[in-house]
């Protein structure tokens, strides 16, 4: 598969340095998060939890392939690209998988709820901007990214009625 970078002239998606340095980033991003998860606390495990959220369990095996997915894409996507392009979509990457570890912190370290609410929003508009940039000039990365957005948007809602329920 052939992109049109910004001067017009045909590149390729990068070799495997540029999905290396994505996965090494997301892997990095998942290691923060993780090292701020307590779901054994008292705290968390005091919260009124909805009927439909899922078990402690199910999180580690739905976010392996999702941060798979995002790495896929950011190297993709950044193969693709050169100039101002590369480094906007870079930096729209670095963006969002600071917020995605950030979460955590607020919601475990900080215990809360209503700030890791607003942390997931704002996770969720930066997931539209990254599709969106990324359908711009690689549209497979973009359709890779559409798991995650869909993931979030579903903790999204975990988490407004987690807030709902301990005020």
């Not at 990254?130 to 990214?145: E, H, K, M, S, Y």
């Not at 579903?154 to 807030?163: D, E, H, K, P, R």
Request: charged residues 15%.
């Amino acid at each position: 598969m052939r992109l049109i970078s910004e001067d017009a002239r045909p590149v390729a998606p990068s070799g495997w340095k540029g999905y290396a340095a994505a996965a090494v980033a997301v892997a990095a991003t998942a290691t923060a998060g993780s090292v701020a998860v307590d779901a054994d606390s008292d705290w968390y495990r005091s919260l009124h939890k909805p009927a439909w959220q899922p078990p402690s369990w199910a999180f580690g095996l739905v976010w392996t392939p999702l941060y798979a997915s995002i790495a896929f894409a950011a190297g993709h996507a950044l193969g693709g690209t050169r100039g101002r392009e590369r480094a906007a979509t870079a930096v729209s990457f670095g963006v969002n998988l600071a917020l995605n570890a950030g979460w955590t912190w607020l919601f475990f370290r900080c215990r809360s709820p209503r700030a890791a609410l607003a942390g997931t929003l704002v996770l969720d508009l930066s997931n539209a901007q990254l599709i969106r940039r990324t359908a711009g000039t690689d549209p497979v990365a973009a359709r890779a990214l559409l798991p995650y957005a869909a993931w979030c948007g579903f903790a999204t809602a975990l988490n407004a009625s987690l807030t709902r329920r301990n005020p």
